[in-house]
């Protein structure tokens, strides 16, 4: 452990000036000279010799000698013995190996002790322990256990000794065990026997048997005795307040045991050393005796209830008694029906001793005030307030309300009792002369209407009326209402209660029907549109069902009228709800759903607000291609036609109507849709929209690209012909793994099928629970056959074959990286095959399949085909500028994924460099290489392209190319259009909507240069597919724009609407025009270094100034040829105030400048610009390194002399081999 100190040369002064003053001497240094320094030993003492002799042992060794304190280690060893009889793992073929070095590595870890284990000569085993103390102990009680044979002894002792081997808790025993390495088990109590087993080595057994012996040797020592003592005198030999018994004890050291007085026994018990409990009993004897012959009884009648009184608190009052007069008082149990008290001492003092029973007795009384119960709780006051008063002045007396009680009992001193007793009988009077209470009847079931929400009516009445109103629990069902307080006031209470009720009685409730659904929509967001009906209509209470019910009974309870009007009300917000709540699904191809959102949702946001409807989209990340509109029927169709126009208009879609009669229309769809769907994903993805069922409609719509419609149309027909003639269906099963198998890639496989049988064969779809179900539909024949070609196919994949392969071990990677995704793909396609590649490094080139023959066969070819690929794999690269890469990924990488999986190609982009311009400056030479040395040519070489814009292109040469140009096909390309300039703002349009729409609907970029640069370039930046479509909707814009233009007179504004908000816009208008003639400009020459003051933090100031003043005050920007202009516009008036202002405020600045200036002179100037004089440093004389050549200086690459703390040492080896 070290420490290190870091002084100062003020401080290392300090320091030399508390050393022995013979071994320092001082030196005075100025700046010009130095006086004799101090010698190297004067300022580094040298630390003590090791060997220092007994005399100078007592002196402070060396300056340092009296500072160092003895540091006591906190770990701890120790080494102890096992010899090779007790060895419990003598045969070992290596030692530190096996169960042995096992069990030492368990004792570290859970004890965080060190082990070192070594073999003596003769065999025996020593073992170190090192560590913290209690770890320590821990892992040697462990080692002995586990390690050394166990021997096992008994030890008898007395069975009253054993508690004492336990010790408080168990912590003796613990210790003992600890300390001795040994397991000692103690019979339990109710077991007769007095034996003690030890376990542990022979050595521990010996030294826990010691230990246990002795602690019963010391136990003997002690004695237990017992006196019989009539109880009656129990008293005298405790002594008032225990003092007499307390003092016995202390002088002998006996533990005295008297039984306290409610325990009806007569033994004392007396513990301790043997000679010294003899005294201690002859002296109780002494005093039982003495009292015996000397004392004696009388017999006195006290009324029961004042026996309490004579005991006093705790039983003070009787020690009392006893202490002033040697008299014992016996009072009998309270559950004893007997008055009499019995009274023993001296004949003298019997006396004064009945006096003070009498006295004691006398002193407390007992008495009732009569006050009807319903007043208590007021005598009481709020939280006790009232009844604090009396008690903090009498805090003796005890005052009791009993329930239901027309009076109050007050217990104490006899004075504080009738002072008491006056004030509260004057409180129960004034109480009744101001005070009233009424009982009312009101049916239980209206209660709590009259309480109502929150205690809200109830709690009105209270405040209003100044009244306590105590309506009874609901638990209670009772109908007595009472009402306390003001006589006036509880009149009025009952008056408003009792018409309250009268109404609550004429009123009438309502169930009305609302289909749950609507409930969470009628309450409202947090409730806010239930709390607008309930407040429209205050009177009338609606409940809605709880949830968990899946009830549709709202009900309503108030007055007819104001129930009914509400009833309507609600049926009316019922029926907007219904209107609005219309659904319609519209299927729209995903790809297309990104324009129907538009760039930041714009397009939807629109469609949404001007259609009035809410519609949703799927997630990004689901299969689903439905977009969900809900509103009014007529703005649901209305949004959902703006959807379609939209899908239209981006691709070339086509819709066809097909007649197919209604009745088939649910056996088209097939169930949960299988059928119909089976139909849409065969042909490309199109839609089929049946007419909703009911409408008695027979028109079908398929939507979709052209050639796709016309499939879907022809396979809709076949099938309807198909149900209409006879159609048969029949189910089978097949595990889902071989489903893909069964399809095909591209779904050949089943459309063989379907074409040599004619039978359509449905597959479930991935949400359908029986994922094993297949259904065939058809003509009966049709069906049986493919059913009989299915069957044939699966129980071909079930016939479960091994074979091999041989596959290049250069290959193998290809097929196991990504977690083996090329492994999950093949499985996935060829009916769960399994295939096994060799583990790496085994150099193995043999390949297992395992799966169904056909599947097996169909992945060995497929696998056969990614060798092709890969033998035949060539690297394309693609040079495309580094600023357009992520234009060409796409968003989330879209572009490159469909790239790679159109082409089966792999793209690898290059690392993006921070600084990607070309440096100007000449390359600098590094660690001594020659200019271009370590660079490629092509980094050299300035026409070439750099690094980080070449993009990877790995797979067949043939697809390379092609994916190379599709990627450059995707690099965005940039045009410039001329527009003239006063036409940009139009172009971009209020917050830029107009320049935003335009690049949505052309997906470009359109960059409009900066205002101040006047230009008429606008700049298209795009894919070259689009950009013409751009530049020509631009041009198009310009020409409407140029349109408008002529027709608008240039200095005429247009303002439309009510004449009479017209007109007034139009004087505001001429209002402001008429200022801004009026204004004016000046430029004011202001100091540029008080601009800052004058400003204030974030402009702060000087906004203020512009309010104030009405003005527009411009500061110079940084590098203006004038730094001191500063422009103020604004009315005349208003300016000329303002430059006034803020002159005056220059002024007032600049003396503060010029002041803050003037100082910076006399100040001294920072440290580095001084010249400063070269430090010597700290300097000493007779240093080591300034030896002359008669005394040798130390070898600093010598070990012996500077001893290295960071040198490697040899690592010890531990007996169980090295550590894992």
Request: glycine share 6%; net charge neutral; proline share 5%.
């Amino acid at each position: 452990m070290s420490s290190v100190a870091v002084l100062t040369q003020e401080s290392f002064a300090e320091h030399r000036s508390g050393l022995v003053p013979q071994q320092i001497k001082v030196a005075t240094l100025n700046s010009e000279e130095e006086s004799d320094p101090p010698t190297y030993k004067d300022a580094f003492p040298p630390l003590p010799e090791k060997a220092a002799c007994l005399e100078s042992a007592q002196e402070p060794a060396g300056a340092w000698g009296n500072k160092i304190r003895p540091i006591k280690a906190s770990v701890i060893t120790q080494v102890f013995h096992v010899p090779l009889e007790e060895r419990k793992y003598k045969d070992m073929n290596q030692f530190g190996e096996g169960e042995q070095a096992k069990i030492c590595l368990e004792i570290m870890q859970r004890t965080g002790a060190h082990l070192e284990l070594s073999l003596a000569k003769d065999q025996g085993l020593s073992i170190m322990v090192s560590g913290k103390l209690d770890a320590v102990m821990k892992a040697r009680k462990d080692i002995v256990a586990r390690l050394q044979t166990q021997a096992s002894a008994t030890v008898a002792i007395p069975k009253e000794h054993h508690r004492f081997v336990i010790g408080k808790n168990g912590e003796k025993l613990q210790d003992l065990e600890l300390k001795t390495a040994t397991k000692i088990q103690i019979p339990r109590p109710d077991d007769p026997s007095n034996q003690i087993k030890i376990t542990g080595t022979k050595e521990g057994i010996e030294k826990a048997r010691h230990e246990v012996l002795l602690i019963s040797a010391e136990q003997d020592k002690r004695a237990v005795e017992r006196l019989e003592v009539e109880k009656a005198f129990h008293p005298f030999i405790a002594g008032p307040y225990n003092r007499l018994v307390g003092e016995i004890m202390q002088e002998t050291g006996t533990r005295i045991n008297i039984p306290p007085p409610s325990v009806n026994r007569t033994e004392i018990v007396f513990t301790g050393e043997k000679e010294q409990l003899a005294q201690a009993v002859a002296r109780i004897k002494k005093i039982y005796e003495e009292k015996k012959k000397k004392t004696t009884t009388i017999a006195v009648e006290v009324k029961k209830s004042q026996h309490k009184y004579v005991i006093g608190p705790k039983g003070n009052s009787l020690q009392e008694i006893l202490e002033r007069t040697g008299v014992s008082v016996e009072i009998p149990p309270s559950d004893s029906i007997s008055e009499t008290v019995i009274l023993r001492g001296e004949p003298e003092k019997l006396g004064q001793a009945l006096t003070e029973v009498y006295a004691k007795a006398n002193s407390f009384t007992v008495s009732s005030v009569a006050a009807p119960s319903w007043l208590h709780r007021f005598i009481i006051g709020k939280k006790g307030q009232n009844l604090a008063k009396i008690t903090q002045q009498m805090p003796k007396v005890h005052i009791e309300f009993t329930e239901g009680e027309d009076k109050i009992t007050l217990e104490g001193p006899t004075e504080d009792v009738n002072v008491a007793q006056e004030q509260i009988e004057g409180m129960v009077k004034d109480l009744i002369n101001r005070m009233d209470y009424v009982e009312i009847n009101i049916d239980h079931k209206f209660h709590r209407h009259l309480i109502g929400k929150s205690g809200a009516n109830i709690n009105r009445i209270k405040d209003q009326y100044k009244v306590s109103v105590r309506i009874p629990p609901d638990s209670e069902k009772s109908n007595l209402i009472r009402i306390e307080g003001d006589p006036q006031g509880v009149q009025q209470a009952k008056r408003e209660l009792l018409e309250l009720a009268s109404r609550m009685e004429n009123e009438r409730t309502k169930d009305l029907i609302i289909e749950q659904r609507f409930h969470r929509t009628i309450i409202g967001q947090k409730g806010e549109r239930i709390r607008e009906i309930r407040d429209k209509f205050p009177e009338v209470i609606i409940n809605f069902p709880d949830p968990a019910q899946k009830s549709d009974i709202v009900q309503l309870r108030g007055p007819k009228n104001e129930v009914e009007k509400c009833t309507k009300y609600m049926q009316k917000m019922v029926a907007d709800l219904v209107e609005n709540s219309y659904s319609i699904s519209v299927p729209i191809f995903k790809q297309f759903h990104k324009n129907i959102i538009g760039k930041g949702g714009a397009n939807i946001k629109k469609i949404r607000e001007e259609s009035n409807t809410k519609i949703d989209l799927p997630a990004e990340n689901s299969n689903s291609e439905t977009i969900i509109i809900t509103g009014k029927r007529a703005n649901c169709e209305a949004a959902r036609s703006r959807i379609l126009s939209i899908q239209k208009d981006l691709a070339n879609i086509a819709e066809v109507e097909v007649s197919i009669p209604a009745k088939l229309h649910n056996s088209l769809i097939g169930t949960k849709g299988r059928l119909i769907r089976s139909i849409m994903e065969e042909c490309g993805g199109v839609h089929i929209h049946f007419p909703v069922e009911g409408s008695g409609s027979d028109t079908v719509v398929i939507r979709g690209p052209s050639s796709d419609v016309e499939k879907a149309k022809k396979q809709l027909l076949h099938l309807a012909e198909e149900k209409q003639t006879k159609s048969f269906t029949v189910d089978i099963r097949a595990k889902p793994e071989y489903h893909k198998f069964l399809i095909g890639k591209g779904g050949g496989k089943i459309r063989k099928v379907r074409d040599s049988t004619g039978a359509r064969v449905i597959f479930p779809a991935a949400e359908d629970k029986d994922q094993d179900l297949i259904t065939i539909i058809g003509k009966e024949d049709a069906v049986r056959e493919a059913q009989k070609e299915l069957e044939a196919l699966i129980q071909n994949l079930d016939n479960v074959v091994e074979d091999s392969m041989l596959v290049d071990p250069k290959h193998h990677r290809h097929f196991v990286i990504r977690r083996g995704q090329v492994l999950r793909e093949i499985a996935e396609e060829y009916g769960g095959v399994m295939v096994s590649f060799p583990r790496s490094g085994t150099q193995s080139d043999k390949v297992t399949l395992k799966g169904a023959k056909d599947c097996v066969e169909a992945a060995k070819k497929r696998i056969q085909e990614i060798i092709e690929d890969l033998e035949a794999q060539v690297t394309l690269e693609c040079a495309i500028p580094q600023k357009f890469h992520r234009s060409v990924m796409g968003p989330k990488g879209s572009r490159i994924q469909q790239i790679t999986r159109d082409f089966s190609v792999q793209i690898k982009f290059p690392d993006r460099e921070e600084n990607a311009v070309h440096s100007t400056e000449p390359v600098v030479q590094e660690n001594g290489d020659e200019a271009g040395e370590g660079r490629e040519a092509k980094d050299s070489d300035p026409g070439s392209p750099r690094r980080c814009d070449i993009i990877i292109i790995s797979g067949r040469k043939e697809k390379c190319e092609a994916a190379k140009e599709a990627l450059e096909a995707l690099v965005p390309v940039t045009i410039e259009v001329e527009v003239p300039f006063d036409l940009h703002r139009y172009v971009i349009g209020q917050k830029g909507s107009g320049i935003r729409k335009m690049m949505d609907e052309f997906e470009v970029n359109i960059h409009v240069p900066a205002p101040e640069l006047q230009s008429d370039i606008i700049a298209i930046t795009g894919l070259a597919a689009n950009l013409d479509r751009a530049k020509a909707g631009l041009l198009e814009r310009v020409k409407e724009l140029q349109a408008e233009q002529e027709d608008r007179p240039q200095d005429q504004i247009t303002i439309t609407g009510y004449e009479k908000n017209t007109e007034a816009a139009r004087d505001a208008i001429l209002r402001i025009v008429g200022e801004l003639e009026q204004m004016v400009s000046e430029d004011v020459p202001l100091d540029h270094r008080v601009h800052a003051r004058i400003i204030g933090a974030r402009g702060k100031a000087i906004r203020k100034i512009m309010d104030e003043f009405k003005v527009d005050i411009r500061f110079p920007q940084s590098g203006a040829p004038d730094p001191n202009c500063v422009t103020v516009t604004g009315l005349p008036e208003n300016v000329e105030e303002a430059i006034d202002h803020i002159l005056n405020l220059e002024e007032e600045y600049l003396a503060d400048v010029v002041d803050s200036e003037a100082l910076q002179v006399y100040m001294k100037p920072p440290a580095h610009e001084e010249a400063k004089a070269p430090s010597r440093g700290f300097v000493v004389r007779d240093a080591p390194w300034t030896a002359s050549s008669s005394e040798k200086a130390p070898d600093m690459s010598s070990s012996e002399e500077f001893p290295s703390f960071g040198a490697q040492v040899a690592p010890k080896t531990l007996p169980w081999g090295p550590k894992r």
